[in-house]
């Protein structure tokens, strides 16, 4: 049986996630996370980077060209597993900033200041499923 189909929108303003489930035409079953920020308004969003899978996995090298930029993230598993990603600077050794979670799902957004050449490295269990978007505001 296939596992459910986890669907999110992301960016400075809201990260949010929902489970869609089988048989359900689409329709949102379950709210997993929702986390609003205080910014009283935020510029649009182009997304620079949308990647899913499950398992291990590591994205090709993306360029950030603004001061600030944000991950929003969704994990979810089928059963409880230690699951996160990392952030790299490109030719570097050291993460510039690592996510991490356990249970059967976890998402949200992390804001990052600094433009450069980047990848993200995930570390999960082949049965968990997750989301990965990298935004930053439209020049």
Aim: hydrophobic share 40%; proline share 4%.
């Amino acid at each position: 049986m296939k596992s459910p189909l986890l669907a999110c929108t992301s960016g400075a303003l809201v990260a949010a996630c929902v489970l869609l489930g089988p048989g359900s035409a689409g329709a949102a079953t379950h709210a997993t996370h929702a986390t609003h920020a205080t910014h009283a308004k935020t510029p649009p969003q182009r997304t620079v980077l949308a990647v899913r899978g499950s398992g291990n996995a590591s994205t090709h090298t993306f360029k950030i060209s603004a001061a600030s930029w944000h991950v929003g993230y969704a994990f979810q598993c089928i059963t409880q597993s230690a699951f996160g990603f990392q952030v790299k600077r490109a030719h570097k050794t050291a993460a510039a900033h690592t996510v991490v979670g356990s249970g059967f799902a976890k998402s949200g957004t992390t804001n990052y200041k600094e433009s450069g050449s980047y990848s993200i490295v995930v570390k999960s269990a082949d049965h968990c499923e997750w989301l990965l978007r990298v935004t930053q505001p439209k020049t």
